[in-house]
């Protein structure tokens, strides 16, 4: 079996609103057991390098999000393969790791597309409901070597607003390939975020 590695990093201008290895000590929520109230860890001190491993220290302090479900084509049934997501953050960022298994590694799809085109590519998608409201988000995709899109999902909306003006600057991303190879696409990092204390449940 293969695995995707994915360490990101999500800055705050957003305003933020998914078989573990032995060493894992944080909590873990079971999306298909319904454990879906996620108290995030914070962490004060975080030195996290943005480069795909999943192994330092600090992600043992993590959430963990696993018992994922199927949005489509079966809403509800349990997902194919296995997905481990880690979150917590620290005072000016959101982090977010992804373990995403593949029992058919050769079929996965993934091109050097141009950034905002990998929607036919295999993919993971995260979505940051920080309107509150449970129909619009910010969502964040990346593909298996590195290359993102970004925009504004609404519900039921026949068009998605992709490359938004988060390019570069609210968001990094490393993948991993368990073996491969790594792509880093460049960001900033605006001095100025914070996030909140103490930790929200989401």
């Given at each position: 079996?293969?695995?995707?590695?994915?360490?990101?990093?999500?800055?705050?201008?957003?305003?933020?609103?998914?078989?573990?290895?032995?060493?894992?000590?944080?909590?873990?929520?079971s999306g298909a057991e319904r454990q879906l109230a996620v108290q995030m860890p914070?962490?004060?001190?975080?030195?996290?390098?943005?480069?795909?491993?999943?192994?330092?220290?600090?992600?043992?302090?993590?959430?963990?999000?696993?018992?994922?479900?199927?949005?489509?084509?079966?809403?509800?049934?349990?997902?194919?393969?296995?997905?481990?997501?880690?979150?917590?953050?620290?005072?000016?960022?959101?982090y977010i790791g992804v373990r995403a298994y593949a029992r058919e590694p050769g079929?996965?799809?993934?091109?050097?597309?141009?950034?905002?085109?990998?929607?036919?590519?295999?993919?993971?998608?995260?979505?940051?409901?920080?309107?509150?409201?449970?129909?619009?988000?910010?969502?964040?995709?990346?593909?298996?070597?590195?290359?993102?899109?970004?925009?504004?999902?609404?519900?039921?909306?026949?068009?998605?607003?992709?490359?938004?003006?988060?390019?570069?600057?609210?968001?990094?991303?490393?993948?991993?390939?368990?073996?491969?190879?790594?792509?880093?696409?460049?960001?900033?990092?605006?001095?100025?975020?914070?996030?909140?204390?103490?930790?929200?449940?989401?």
């Open positions: 079996m293969s695995r995707l590695s994915l360490a990101a990093f999500v800055l705050p201008c957003l305003v933020l609103a998914t078989a573990l290895p032995s060493h894992a000590e944080g909590p873990i929520y914070r962490v004060e001190r975080a030195e996290v390098r943005i480069d795909g491993d999943l192994s330092e220290s600090v992600w043992s302090e993590a959430a963990v999000l696993t018992g994922f479900t199927q949005s489509q084509p079966a809403e509800g049934r349990l997902a194919s393969e296995r997905t481990e997501v880690l979150l917590f953050y620290a005072p000016q960022a959101l079929r996965i799809r993934a091109t050097l597309a141009p950034r905002d085109r990998i929607g036919q590519d295999d993919h993971i998608r995260i979505f940051l409901d920080t309107f509150l409201d449970r129909r619009r988000a910010f969502a964040l995709f990346v593909n298996p070597l590195g290359i993102q899109q970004d925009g504004i999902y609404t519900e039921g909306a026949a068009r998605r607003d992709c490359g938004s003006d988060l390019a570069g600057t609210c968001w990094s991303t490393m993948v991993a390939s368990s073996p491969g190879t790594m792509v880093r696409p460049a960001a900033t990092t605006p001095s100025s975020a914070s996030m909140p204390s103490p930790a929200p449940t989401y």
